[in-house]
């Protein structure tokens, strides 16, 4: 079974700082990698995606993976109390109706 | 631009009684669909996806069912619910064609509670 890692925090961090969220994956295989936010009863929602190693920058958001080490992050620059959320990591299975697997999620609290 | 629909968003029903939940998209064609549960505090478990009409795969045992009558319409059934089916009830879509790699775009879900 595939399986995606993260710790579920909470993670605090206070306004204007950088938060880093990390997520560990078992397929060595995995092309792509997809980053969601969820708010507290609502729906996730896609804020980034990668595909390549390195970083890939989008706004406050930069994802980062690392293929030989099976990890791939979220930092989020600059940190607003609204970015409080839960981060969801995922990543597809391939040949199977393209579903995801989702981490756990790591819960981000921003203090003012 | 496509969209997904879920109804309900809230939902209070008692044991034993008979569910369904249905989800359709708009904006695109033979799109994959998904229906994904989230227990209180856990993460998104996948029960079933469908990759076309009358076309679904099962995930894990359990007591609902999932049906696709039409392309973009993916329904979530059940004949008695047990008290453990409560949780957030999440339609997804992605699009068809792409063995992997695709991002999965939620609706807004529907809130479970069975009493």
């Known amino acids: 079974q595939k399986e995606v890692e993260q710790n579920s925090g909470p993670l605090s961090v206070p306004e204007g700082a950088i938060a880093s969220l990390n997520c560990t994956y078992s397929?060595?295989?995995?092309?792509?990698f997809f980053w969601y936010r969820q708010y507290s009863g609502k729906s996730p929602e896609l804020i980034m995606f990668?595909?390549?190693?390195g970083d890939k920058e989008d706004g406050r958001f930069t994802a980062q993976l690392n293929k030989a080490s099976q990890y791939v992050s979220l930092l989020i620059r600059d940190s607003q109390p609204s970015d409080s959320a839960t981060y969801l990591c995922a990543v597809p299975v391939y040949n199977q109706g393209g579903k995801l697997i989702f981490g756990q999620g790591t819960e981000l609290s921003v203090k003012p | 631009s496509q969209t997904i629909h879920q109804w309900p968003a809230t939902l209070v029903q008692p044991v034993g009684s008979p569910l369904s939940l249905e989800c359709t998209v708009e904006g695109t064609s033979n799109p994959n669909l998904y229906w994904y549960r989230q227990a209180a505090g856990r993460g998104l478990q996948l029960l079933f996806y469908?990759?076309?009409?009358?076309?679904i795969s099962s995930e894990v045992p359990q007591n609902l069912s999932a049906s696709r009558p039409q392309d973009r319409q993916f329904i979530l059934s059940s004949k008695k619910l047990l008290l453990s089916d409560s949780g957030f009830y999440l339609c997804?879509?992605?699009?068809?064609?792409?063995?992997?790699?695709?991002?999965?775009?939620f609706g807004n879900g529907t809130r479970l509670t069975v009493t």
């Open positions: 997804a879509w992605s699009p068809r064609g792409r063995t992997g790699g695709s991002p999965l775009h």
């Open positions: 990668i595909y390549s190693n």
């Open positions: 469908s990759v076309g009409i009358g076309q």
């Open positions: 397929d060595r295989g995995s092309q792509s």
